[in-house]
């Protein structure tokens, strides 16, 4: 394949059906020697009417093709051209077939050349390429590419997207490309043999220099890229004194040409003093955004820290981590005139271990979806700085990331080679030098539950975005048990238990393993019952997928036949209990200890067998453990029964052991709470002492903002109904304003019933649809939105106030419906029970202040300077009718103007409102 002459084809087709549907449009690009030697494109007569979407979506019109050649007056032409040459296309499986299917249609026979899919083989060796398409691939490596899902543009891009990838292999080092080579063979088409030959090309070669852009070292049998440990030479020097006058600081400012805000000079002021005379732990900081809220309180936290000891930042989303570390340390470093250190710090199993990676190596699972995660971790490991397998696109589900994840301190040291090239390791080195640590809520929440905690007495914690901070704690804090977890961890003991007896052959251990197949199956067996009894008794007749279980469900005591199944299931797992523990008592007296350290099977079996105990531990104690303090609910999902149970009444931000760590804590966000009279912050959290301070917000909202009402009454139970308005909405919108819009969710099964139907729409014009839990990761989304200069975003949840999104293009947001908790979620439930048991209103103590809050947050989306203009949608007029409606009034700025519209004039005003930009 070395002299090969490569053919990259791109088809256009009516649709992608090959009995029915034709193509439209054929294009090939001749590479050879590294080079674009010949380029063909043909329209082509399909012989049929082409379906308006497809022809929104390639530009092509039936007028177009009505004189073009039918596919039999060309197919001798296509034929002779690809005969001798390698097939290249991108998703090569549809168009070789799509093409060979037309062939033999007109009278041909099919073609038998070799094919590589360019698709598999950028998954591999772009790691980190934000999407895999066309379009995506071309602006990852800056590829011009003029005219998507156009037939010759595609191909074209395709052809210098199939350079880079040979540059690329080219590139890797030999002892890298030898082990993608091996592992290449689960891979689809040519591709395997594709690479054995560059492969085998570079050995001949015998070049031994490396050319990979980033400095590389080899270690054992892998390349990695070198480490860079000049962080260790940092020195906290911290010497700036406070300025004191607004003066000073604005020529603090104004010397590194930064933008100053008076509400942020008063709000560095505040936290200076705050800080200083230490009469308070706590601090509530409400900024509006635009006001330059992080720099506000970085500076004074900065100026007052300890040498020693770093600022730690906790934000909401690990998107927010990056943002701080990459926008908001930086001009902290120029105003200051000082280089600081910041270390982002994620849990442990966001990281890659290299000695389980290189074990999955030596005993890899022949799939071939595993396979292109080795093969893209073996690139990627050439590129990484961090180790932190959030830059791959990998699903955490897929056993891959089960077999590669770091474990933190738990991790047991098997062969050292890689231990000093750890990557959690090498975190925690970067963290003993950092002068600011950036994590998120989840993280910190998590520290309660570390068995090393990684804060011990620290002076400073800014909580931002810190109206996220309940909810993630009660995530956190939220102990599901599910029983198909249970039941998968049994089949994967049972799996690794056969894989070893049969490469072991030791009679003891053959022993040991028809014990624990005994207990295994009875697990199985018991587990099956108590999902049975459970469904029965709580969902047969119920339409709900979710039930909260009260006290008289335990007072009244389980039925007969239910405790006896309880029963057993308590005395099996006292004896695997102690099964087990005998069993890894008698393992070092048969030599067999460091054999299972050293094999994935066997440090998988170790594992597996204590996440099963444990997990049949909780679920004992479930059901037969009960305390009025605890809520508990049973949930019903596609993957079987899930158990939930949260302690509400023992809730307290100041029992929590990261909370203890702190000198003094710092809560910052734009909505904490509707004014200063207001305790709904504290009584959240259970903080019984609290500092509060509040700064004037800068926008001028009369000129800058306009809150639509839409006037029609929507059925939101009508679910076909309200997906429908919200499509027609956002179609009226798009159509109005050349900019990018956010669509607000408060359920993420309509907004995939609306992504479905926009794309059925839309995705064949210019305008991309990005859509929560659809088109990838919040964080991809927004790189998608930032790259885009036009784009529909549908977001729920943390797209309320959560993400950072280019508010560059970003002009319109419309709120799909009122934000309020649904009310017959078990947790939300409890949450609410509980507030009636101390005798207060859950509507207007909860439920409320939680939407108000979150309305105002989504109108935080769109203003972020003084010279943005945004406009608001909001499809639900309880706002106006409701009897609530004016204290939800009241969380918006007083001096937004506000219009009641029906849906035909919403277009009309969008135009009006920004056609003086």
Not at 434 to 453: G, M, S, T, Y
Not at 578 to 607: A, C, I
Not at 620 to 641: C, E, I, N, P, Q
Not at 704 to 728: H, P, R, S, Y
Request: proline share 3%; with cysteine; net charge negative.
């Amino acid at each position: 394949m070395r002299d090969s002459v490569f053919a990259v084809v791109d088809l256009e087709t009516t649709g992608t059906n090959l009995m029915n549907d034709k193509i439209i449009q054929f294009a090939c690009i001749l590479v050879e020697k590294g080079k674009i030697v010949h380029e063909l494109t043909v329209d082509i007569n399909p012989n049929k009417s082409i379906p308006k979407p497809i022809q929104a979506l390639t530009g092509i019109t039936n007028e177009q093709v009505a004189c073009a050649p039918y596919f039999e007056e060309v197919a001798p032409t296509i034929k002779n051209m690809l005969e001798d040459c390698v097939f290249v296309a991108h998703n090569a499986y549809f168009d070789f077939s799509f093409l060979n299917s037309e062939l033999e249609r007109s009278g041909f026979s099919p073609l038998t050349v070799s094919v590589l899919d360019t698709v598999e083989l950028a998954q591999v060796f772009f790691p980190i390429s934000p999407g895999y398409r066309v379009k995506d691939l071309a602006n990852y490596l800056a590829i011009e590419h003029l005219n998507p899902h156009e037939a010759l543009s595609d191909a074209i891009a395709t052809s210098h997207i199939f350079l880079k990838i040979i540059e690329r292999i080219q590139q890797v080092p030999l002892i890298t490309l030898k082990k993608i080579v091996e592992l290449s063979t689960q891979l689809g088409v040519e591709n395997s043999s594709f690479l054995n030959k560059m492969y085998q090309q570079r050995k001949e070669q015998r070049l031994t220099k490396l050319t990979y852009p980033f400095p590389i070292e080899i270690i054992g049998e892998m390349a990695l890229r070198k480490k860079d440990f000049h962080f260790l030479e940092h020195y906290s020097t911290l010497s700036s004194r406070f300025p004191e006058t607004d003066e000073a600081k604005e020529e603090l400012f104004k010397t590194k040409k930064l933008q100053v805000r008076k509400p942020q000079l008063e709000m560095m002021d505040h936290i200076n003093r705050f800080l200083i005379e230490k009469s308070n732990k706590n601090l509530l900081v409400e900024v509006p955004t635009g006001v330059g809220k992080s720099l506000g309180y970085l500076l004074p936290l900065l100026m007052n820290k300890t040498v020693a000891e770093p600022v730690v930042v906790s934000t909401s989303t690990l998107v927010l981590q990056k943002q701080f570390l990459s926008e908001t340390l930086p001009m902290a470093e120029k105003i200051l005139n000082q280089s600081l250190y910041g270390v982002i710090l994620k849990s442990h199993h966001h990281y890659i271990d290299l000695e389980k990676f290189v074990l999955t190596l030596e005993q890899p699972v022949l799939q071939k979806q595993y396979a292109i995660y080795q093969i893209a971790c073996l690139v990627w490991l050439l590129e990484t700085t961090t180790g932190d397998l959030d830059e791959l696109t990998i699903n955490k589900n897929h056993l891959f990331y089960t077999h590669v994840s770091h474990e933190g301190e738990r991790q047991k040291v098997r062969k050292g080679t890689y231990l000093e090239h750890d990557f959690w390791r090498y975190l925690m080195k970067k963290k003993e030098v950092a002068d600011v640590l950036i994590v998120n809520h989840a993280f910190l929440c998590e520290e309660d539950f570390r068995q090393k905690p990684q804060f011990i007495t620290m002076d400073y914690l800014v909580i931002d975005e810190a109206h996220k901070l309940r909810d993630t704690i009660e995530k956190t804090a939220t102990q599901r048990i599910r029983l198909s977890q249970a039941n998968y961890l049994i089949k994967t003991i049972r799996d690794l238990a056969e894989t070893l007896t049969e490469t072991l052959e030791h009679s003891w251990w053959t022993e040991q393993m028809r014990y624990q197949t005994i207990f295994l199956s009875e697990f199985k067996e018991l587990i099956e019952e108590i999902e049975g009894f459970v469904k029965t008794v709580y969902f047969s007749k119920r339409a709900t997928s979710e039930y909260l279980l009260s006290i008289d469900d335990f007072s009244e005591g389980w039925p007969i036949e239910f405790k006896k199944i309880l029963n057993k299931f308590k005395i099996n797992l006292l004896e695997y209990e102690q099964w087990f523990k005998t069993f890894q008592r008698q393992l070092p007296n048969y030599h067999l200890s460091d054999w299972l350290k050293t094999s994935v099977h066997g440090m998988e079996f170790e594992l597996d067998n204590e996440r099963l105990l444990m997990e049949l531990t909780n679920l004992r104690h479930y059901f037969m453990d009960y305390s009025r303090d605890a809520v508990k609910w049973l949930t019903l999902t596609s993957r079987g029964l899930v158990l939930a149970s949260f302690n509400f009444r023992e809730f307290s931000l100041e029992k929590m052991r990261w909370y203890q760590s702190f000198q003094q804590i710092l809560y910052t966000g734009g909505t904490l709470q509707l004014d200063s009279d207001s305790n709904y912050f504290e009584k959240q959290l259970g903080l019984t002492k609290l500092e509060k301070y509040q700064t004037q917000d800068y926008f001028d909202y009369g000129k800058q903002a306009e809150l639509i009402v839409l006037d029609e009454k929507i059925d939101f139970g009508n679910e076909k109904e309200f997906v429908t308005q919200i499509t027609k909405t956002v179609e009226a919108a798009y159509t109005a304003l050349d900019d990018s819009i956010l669509v607000l969710f408060t359920s993420h099964d309509i907004l995939k019933k609306v992504y479905y139907r926009l794309s059925s729409l839309l995705d064949f014009s210019d305008i991309e649809v990005l859509a929560q839990g659809m088109t990838g990761t919040n964080e991809k989304i927004v790189k998608k939105a930032t790259q885009n200069d036009r784009c529909i975003i549908l977001g729920a949840a943390s797209f309320w106030d959560g993400i950072e999104l280019p508010n560059k293009h970003l002009k319109l947001l419309i709120v799909t419906k009122l934000p309020f908790d649904p009310p017959q979620r078990p947790l939300v439930k409890a949450r609410y029970d509980y507030l009636e048991s101390l005798n207060k209103n859950p509507f207007y103590e909860e439920a409320l202040p939680q939407a108000g809050m979150r309305l105002r947050q989504g109108l935080g989306r769109l203003l972020r300077k003084d010279t943005d203009r945004g406009l608001m949608i909001l499809m639900d007029r309880r706002i106006i009718d409701a009897k609530y409606g004016q204290a939800l009034q009241n969380y918006l700025p007083k001096e937004i103007p506000m219009k009641v519209l029906k849906p035909d004039n919403i277009a009309t005003e969008i135009k009006d409102f920004y056609k003086n930009e």
